[in-house]
């Protein structure tokens, strides 16, 4: 498929505004939208790992509103069940046969998966197979979900007493990670006025449908990457598998990650190709939960951005003279 230049431009003026109506929101944190919307074109799913009360539950309900997504939440504690999330079948006593329940899966688009990493690794495991293939397999019946299907997942590390690290496999399905942080002082004055008489979401406009949402997905995997630039996504993976700074590196799986999240950024910039530029600004956030550091690089206070800058800033850039 190509897009054209006409195409281009009325997705990137979509994307803006798709971008100003979550800002409603989500104050003086644009450039966190903006990678959080890349996700979502590049049909990939999102983990907001960061401290209480800054927003990340927000962020997740004002783009479910703005994109015109089936939206639904599940709030993770101990007690709940895989069932919950995928579903289970009962005995049907007058059909003389089980009957399928759906669970909270079943007709969404955007999941939200409040504070995943406090309910169970089983639970956990549950979204495996939903995240990585779209669909769900309950007593032998595969059923497909709806398309699109994005988990925007959270979690923090405050009160980390009786909660369960997520496991590599899983994390490596996640296409970001991206933290919100605390706003800036004006912004936070903004956050405190716009909550005094008004709902925040009230306001937000439905920009787009789900079917829109697909046709992005479609025109991201369009954009045009160069040869040598997937050379250079290749360069930086494997760099990252040989430093001294990392246990584990990047996976293939990541490496196809970069490209696509770095398709969506140059289509957020009004570019039907890929710049070395868009690949350098997505870098981390696709691959700082995708590696593992060596104790002597933990102990020294590095952290995975840290390390993943180093690994960029050692790789010779396609274009260099």
Known sequence: MHIDTGTVKAIQNATNAITAEVAKVIIGKDEVIRKVLMSIMAD???LLDDVPGVGKTSLAVAFGKTLGLNYNRIQFTPDVLPS???????FNRDRNSFTYMPGVINDTNLLLADEINRTSSR?????????EEKQVTVDGQTRPLKDPF?????????????????????????L?????GYPDRASEIKVIMNRQTEDPYAGIRTIVSADTVKNLHIATLAVTIKPQLVEYIADLTAASRTSQLTELGISPRGSIAVSHMAKACALMKGRDYVSEEDIR?????????RIILTQKARAAGTTPRDALTQIMNGVKTPYAV
Do not use: K, W, Y
Request: hydrophobic share 50%; proline share 2%; aromatic share 6%.
């Open 150 to 174: 994005i988990v925007i997942a959270t979690q923090n590390q405050v009160g980390a007493a009786g909660t369960q690290v997520l496991p590599h496999a899983q994390m490596d399905r996640f």
């Open 84 to 90: 919950d999330i995928v579903g289970f079948s009962v």
């Open 176 to 180: 970001v990670r991206l933290s919100l």
């Open 281 to 289: 600004d997505v870098f981390c956030d696709v691959c700082s939960h």
């Open 123 to 131: 639970t956990q495991a549950a979204l495996l197979e939903a995240m």
């Open 44 to 46: 990939g799913h999102i």
